[in-house]
């Protein structure tokens, strides 16, 4: 059964800080893995799909990157905003089915 | 282009009453997923249909919860009866099709809150 862990589980940090989150999984066989956005109230919003063959993924101030064969993920936020503020969470698939992690909850302050 | 609709937004109900959520999908998404999601958790895999096929329907809770995808297109995603448990937010997704059953990238609504009283 795939385990997803995303550490740390909450980060505050300033406006314009770069920062990492992480996500690791147990079951290496993946297809692809898939980071989402979610406002309070609100449903998934995706930001990135990464397949199993690529290293990384980038959209904007977004950079994910995978490492299938040790288990792990990380995305990287450039340059935070205020409206970066959300829950973040990676959803690695495997034959078919996507697991959640527990997020990350990201809160940028002025 | 029109996101994932769900319905309803809001529901409140009493302990042992029936509840029913429904979902249209992205067109052309052949791949419709519904999630629960309890407080402070990710989402987890209640039942996931490929056309009107329900592929992968283990995580259902088939003694009272039931759903269906008669046309391959909307969704319905029925409890009863519900529990105190059962208080959560349903959310339902639709994915392009992809080789192999495979998911593609999953577009989410904006979920349905359930408050079992």
């Known amino acids: 059964k795939q385990e997803v862990t995303q550490i740390p589980a909450a980060l505050s940090v300033p406006e314009g800080e770069n920062l990492v989150l992480n996500c690791s999984f147990t079951?290496?066989?993946?297809?692809?893995l898939q980071w989402f956005r979610q406002d309070p109230g609100k449903g998934l919003t995706s930001l990135l799909l990464i397949q199993s063959s690529q290293r990384e993924q980038t959209s904007g101030r977004l950079n994910a990157s995978l490492d299938k064969s040790s288990g792990r993920s990380t995305l990287y936020i450039a340059a935070s905003q205020p409206g970066d503020s959300a829950t973040y969470l990676c959803a690695p698939s495997v034959l078919g089915k996507l697991t959640f992690g527990t997020g990350t909850r990201l809160q940028v302050t002025l | 282009e029109a996101g994932v609709v769900q319905s309803p937004r809001y529901k409140i109900i009493e302990k042992k009453q029936p509840v029913a959520f429904w979902c249209n999908p992205i067109s052309g998404h052949n791949t419709l997923y519904w999630y629960r999601q309890n407080l402070g958790q990710g989402p987890e895999l209640l039942i996931r249909y490929e056309n009107e096929e329900a592929v992968d329907d283990s995580q259902l809770p088939k003694d009272r919860f039931s759903a269906e995808r008669l046309k391959g297109v909307d969704s319905t995603l029925k409890i009863q009866p519900a529990e105190l448990g059962d208080s959560a937010v349903y959310l339902c997704?639709?994915?392009?099709?992809?080789?192999?059953?495979?998911?593609?990238?999953?577009?989410f609504g904006e979920g349905s809150r359930l408050t079992v009283l």
């Open positions: 997704a639709s994915s392009p099709p992809l080789p192999r059953g495979h998911p593609g990238e999953l577009f």
């Open positions: 079951d290496s066989a993946i297809y692809n």
